[in-house]
Each structure stands twice: as C-alpha cells, then as structure tokens.
C-alpha cells in the first residue's frame, strides 16, 4: 500500500514552542522534530514505529478527531520518541499495555497536560478510555499513573 510521508513539523506547526514538547526534548526540540518522520497507518489512532521510532498516524483520525485528543496524543507519542531515542523497548511484552513503564510514563506526562489546560478528571478518564480499553483497565491506568484524578 502506498503511505505518505513526510516529517513532524510539516504537519505540526509551532509544536516546537510549545512548553509540554520542551519539557520532553529539552534544548533538542527543534533538532528532533524536524528529523521526526510522519508516515500514515489505517487503523487505530497513534504509535510510534519500534523500528526506527518514527510516528505512525491513522489519516482519518488526524481528520476526524477531536483536537484536543489529538494534541495529547502527539505529547504521549512523542514522549515514546524521547524513550525510543534512549534506546528502550517500546512494547515489553513482559508488560501488559496499562502496567507497561514506558506507556505509564507516557500517560503521566498527557495527563499533566491535560490538567494543565484545565479538563476534569472526568474529562480525562474519558480521553484515556478508548474503545481498545475495558473499564477496568483504565482504572489501573490511572492508579498506575499515580495522579488523583478526583471525581467530578
Ligand atoms: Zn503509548
């Protein structure tokens, strides 16, 4: 099947200033963006590629999603780019996905994100909990990712 290509920053603009992407990639923000490859998928939502630790993206949710769930999501992806960088491995499948260092880490760091922009823990329980997830996983997400999420 033939993919377009391109690279983060033709599809994210001024995602480079932005203080959450600073916070992963530091004073290499730019340096890492504009080498970071962008190839599309057509299933699921985001992933980062074990091979080369490129960012896979499904075209039509990058058309149909809701922003914000897109903007999280790229600051979950990219903090898998950060780890890739540091040569960990992605999908220990000694891990199940929720207890899964890397993606705890990666969660962790969305969700302080999202509370930074000012959504709800319901808000936030409902970005977390795709379709891919029970109800009970999501709940050991959270207690995994050791934020109170209070109710409301
Ligand atoms: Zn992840």
Redesign the pocket.
Known sequence: MVSQKGTFIEYFIGFEKNSAVRGIFGEETEEVLRNLKVDFIWFGYM??SDDDGHLMINKRYLSTGRKQDIYLDVI??L??VKQHMEGRD?FDPRYD?VD?P??IE??RYAVQEAKRMGLSAAEIRVYLKTEMMSNQAVDKLIRNIGMKLEEG
């Open positions: 992933g980062v979950h992806e903090c898998h992605l996905y899964r890397t993606e990666a969660y």
